[in-house]
């Protein structure tokens, strides 16, 4: 996506499989790699997709709820949002991207982590843990979506992040335990956390939200995510 050059941005985006209930949340993949593209369109940009290559915890079936015994890997379940075009996290290094942006969905904190299952002190996959701290190590922004703010806390353990998960009390109570200052926004604001370089919006922790008004704020994170890349 976008044409190569000495200039050239690279975007990560961090998946977590297919689908709202146990993977990536489509809607707002989606409007993100659309606020990439409008936000860069006339400048010379890529997009690095990539998702950690391991067995989801479960898998629902989207129509019925039901859980399906059926496994499935969350790196290929990403490639459907990806059009195939998607690397294995472990192949990765944060060195390759200038910022980074994770769509929330509930497989963030089922299959990046164990958030759903443990709270904040549930563990978070190694691999994932280490790719975000190196980014932040390296000054990179990063872009958290809905329930991703939590992966980010998880990850990072700092005492002084400030991120958005809405108004969700009983997440925000949970991050709180752990230091995280949680700010009440609204699904077209975003939660600007200037020393660490981490920009969160709630988009579908309002479930009822209208879906231009996800893209508001979605578009809103990426454009300082942009901003902030030196």
Known sequence: MGNKGKTMKTIGILLAGSGVFDGSEIREAALALMAIDKILDGTSYDVVMMAPAKEQYHVINHFTGDIDDRPR?????????????????????????????????????????????????????????????????????????????????????????????????????????????????????????????????PAYMYGDAKLHKIYEGIEKLVEVVVRSIP
């Open 73 to 201: 890997d969350v790196l290929s379940e990403s490639a459907r949002i990806a059009r195939g075009l998607i690397r294995p996290l472990n192949e990765l290094d944060a060195t390759d991207i200038d910022a980074l942006i994770i769509p929330g969905g509930f497989g963030v904190a089922k299959n990046l982590c164990q958030f759903a299952f443990d709270g904040v002190k549930g563990s978070v996959d190694p691999i994932v843990a280490d790719y975000l701290k190196e980014a932040h190590r390296l000054k990179r922004p990063i872009g958290a979506i809905c329930i991703a703010p939590v992966l980010v806390a998880m990850s990072l353990k700092l005492n002084n992040l400030r991120v958005t998960v809405g108004d969700d009390k009983e997440v925000m109570k949970a991050l709180e335990s752990i230091g995280v200052q949680s700010e009440v926004k609204t699904v077209t604001e975003i939660c600007l956390d200037e020393e660490n370089k981490i920009v969160s919006t």
